[in-house]
């Protein structure tokens, strides 16, 4: 299980809004450090989407966003499209482990 | 454009020691403050934080992995190198190298390491 927690699965039809959770702690997201988010397509290596909370790298469309408040962390995606359909994995250091985390990963589905 | 490829055995036997290198093309090893890191993904499974290293500066390890882990930099060679002892089958697993400055921005396409009798 790990320290960052996502929900295993979400999905949404195309066109729709949907959000993707981060739940850490007072180690980790709550004690400041910063969040990144990455998008795996099946297949192939891990594509940095949002970095330092809520920074797009050049190219990721701005249908991307994050957000953080507190001891959590958001991914939302507007405008789905089916291309989007994806792993996304939070990630953020601990403080008290002194180790960089990953969430589990989200599987979004575009229906 | 910065590229990275990882090279080593693809399998192994249990106990045995993983040994994996990653090649930086394109930019050097030595430019700025990006540390050099090692992620790995089991079958069907999440991303995991192996370490992480800068060219001038000491490793950091996952605690879970630290006893049994080691990073190294060459700089003649561009490169940076893992080592995993007493490997076995849990350690099976896509292994990924990357750059990190604000989160893991470029990615090696990942070097598949099985562990099985």
């Known amino acids: 299980q790990s320290v960052l927690t996502q929900p295993p699965s979400v999905s949404g039809t195309p066109g729709q809004r949907v959000t993707i959770s981060c739940t850490g702690s007072s180690s980790n997201i709550g004690a400041g450090y910063n969040v990144h988010w990455y998008q795996q397509i099946p297949g192939s290596a891990p594509k940095l989407l949002i970095y330092i909370n809520y920074n797009r790298p050049s190219g990721v469309p701005d249908r991307f966003s994050g957000s953080k408040s507190g001891t959590s962390a958001s991914l939302a995606i507007t405008g789905l499209q089916t291309e989007d359909e994806a792993d996304y994995y939070c990630q953020a250091y601990d403080g008290s482990l002194s180790s960089w985390l990953f969430g589990g990963g989200t599987r979004l589905t575009v229906l | 454009q910065l590229q990275l490829q990882e090279s080593g055995p693809g399998l192994l036997r249990p106990s045995e020691t993983l040994s994996l290198a990653c090649a930086v093309s394109?930019?050097?090893?030595?430019?700025?403050?990006?540390?050099w890191g090692w992620i790995r993904q089991p079958p069907g499974k999440g991303l995991e934080w192996i370490g992480s290293i800068h060219y001038s500066g000491s490793p950091s390890f996952n605690p879970s992995l630290k006893s049994r882990v080691t990073i190294s930099v060459d700089t003649s060679r561009n490169q940076f190198s893992l080592k995993m002892t007493s490997v076995s089958a849990a350690d099976t697993a896509l292994y990924y190298c990357?750059?990190?400055?604000?989160?893991?921005?470029?990615w090696g396409q990942g070097a598949m390491v099985t562990v099985s009798s």
């Open positions: 990357a750059r990190n400055l604000s989160g893991f921005d470029v």
């Open positions: 394109g930019g050097s090893i030595k430019s700025g403050t990006y540390e």
